[in-house]
């Protein structure tokens, strides 16, 4: 493998947003022949493949090292890789796909309101039933880690592979663990969470492989990438300020004390340029004004590339 491999939704509530996560690093994905082509390139980069999967299968890709990165929930990851976090670095967080993992059972249950309530019941329903609760999932493994780490062992699952929350009225089961974000599926069916009953938040997540093959090529690709990825989200999330002060010294270390602002070009240019946390941006301007500044000017930036890459330099520590 001498390209760098990289995995993306090819279908699924992740895909739209992957596409625009990487279109506002500037990043194209072309897939030339449409949908029924599984691979694709990224415009500008030869040494790239872009490989289209499902996001569970980008999940068990990066743990065996068959592609380098993917992009996939952290649901996925946790539950179809065994020692998730040996085998795969997460780079960043994307923001969106967030979805929490949970444990649901009837409201007709209304003296079940935590794990522990749950364990009760699960102790006396065996002992009166002969049989145990049974929990509806496709979230086989970390549902085994919450019972376990919650103290309970009488119950048993029953693998579903879709329309979970249907189940408990199906009678295929008694409760349910699944992912929701919204809870209206959940309400529809007559469901509720324990108060303590989340097990997982998620979100989408970009994810790179320990046990690929990282090739100089491959590595060099890497940071050509996450350098316009990082560019992008401290872009984003600062916003530069320029102001004339008549003392730009004590007013950037007053700055970087308050807000955590930074001076790229240093601390005595007229005007001083400040990069600031964009919700802090209001209070530091006045700030400023209160210090002398006649005038604030707030500049939106479209990248900022620093010689220092926060999403490159601890993958590259792992994985060289
Ligand atoms: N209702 C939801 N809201 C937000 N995110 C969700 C929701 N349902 C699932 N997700 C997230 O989307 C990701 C992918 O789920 P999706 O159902 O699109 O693909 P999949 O389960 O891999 O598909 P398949 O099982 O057919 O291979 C998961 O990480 C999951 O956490
Ligand atoms: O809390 P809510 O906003 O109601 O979302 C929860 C639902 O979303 C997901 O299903 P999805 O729509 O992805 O369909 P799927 O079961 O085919 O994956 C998940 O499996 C739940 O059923
Ligand atoms: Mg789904």
């Not at 693998?159 to 959940?186: K, N, Q, R």
């Not at 690709?221 to 560019?231: M, P």
């Not at 005595?268 to 209070?283: W, Y």
Request: aromatic content about 6%; overall charge negative.
């Amino acid at each position: 493998m001498t390209k760098l491999t990289i995995a993306i939704p090819s279908k699924g509530r992740l895909q739209d947003n992957t596409h625009a996560f990487f279109a506002r690093a500037g990043l194209t994905i072309e897939r030339p022949g449409g949908d029924r082509n599984y691979r694709g390139t990224l415009k500008g980069f030869p040494d790239v493949e872009i490989a289209f999967l499902s996001a569970s299968e980008i999940a068990r890709e990066i743990a065996d090292g068959s592609v380098h990165m993917g992009v996939t929930g952290i649901d996925l990851v946790e539950e179809n890789i065994s020692a998730p976090y040996e085998k795969t670095h997460l780079v960043t967080a994307l923001g969106f796909g967030h979805a929490d993992v949970v444990i649901a059972l009837p409201t007709a249950w209304i003296d079940v309101s935590t794990m522990a309530d749950l364990s009760d019941v699960a102790s006396d329903f065996r002992a009166r039933h002969g049989r145990r609760l049974r929990v509806a999932t496709k979230y086989v493994n970390l549902t085994r880690a919450f019972f376990a780490k919650s103290g309970i062992a009488d119950y048993r699952i029953v693998e579903s592979a879709g329309a979970t929350e249907g189940a408990p009225a199906a009678g295929a089961a008694e409760m349910i663990v699944d992912i929701t974000s919204t809870g209206s599926t959940l309400k529809a069916n007559n469901l509720k969470i324990p108060d303590d009953g989340v097990m997982l938040r998620s979100q989408a997540h970009l994810v790179a492989s320990l046990t690929a093959t990282w090739c100089d090529g491959a590595l060099a690709a890497a940071r050509a990438i996450l350098d316009q990825v990082a560019a992008e989200e401290i872009a984003r999330k600062t916003k530069e300020i320029r102001a004339v002060l008549p003392d730009p010294k004590a007013a950037a270390k007053q700055a970087a004390m308050e807000f955590g602002c930074t001076t790229p070009f240093g601390d005595e240019g007229a005007p001083l340029v400040l990069h600031c946390p964009a919700r802090d941006v209001p209070a530091c301007a006045a700030m400023l004004k209160a210090l002398g500044a006649t005038h604030v000017n707030v500049v939106t930036l479209d990248y900022v590339f620093e010689t220092e890459n926060p999403l490159y330099d601890p993958l590259h520590e792992k994985v060289s």
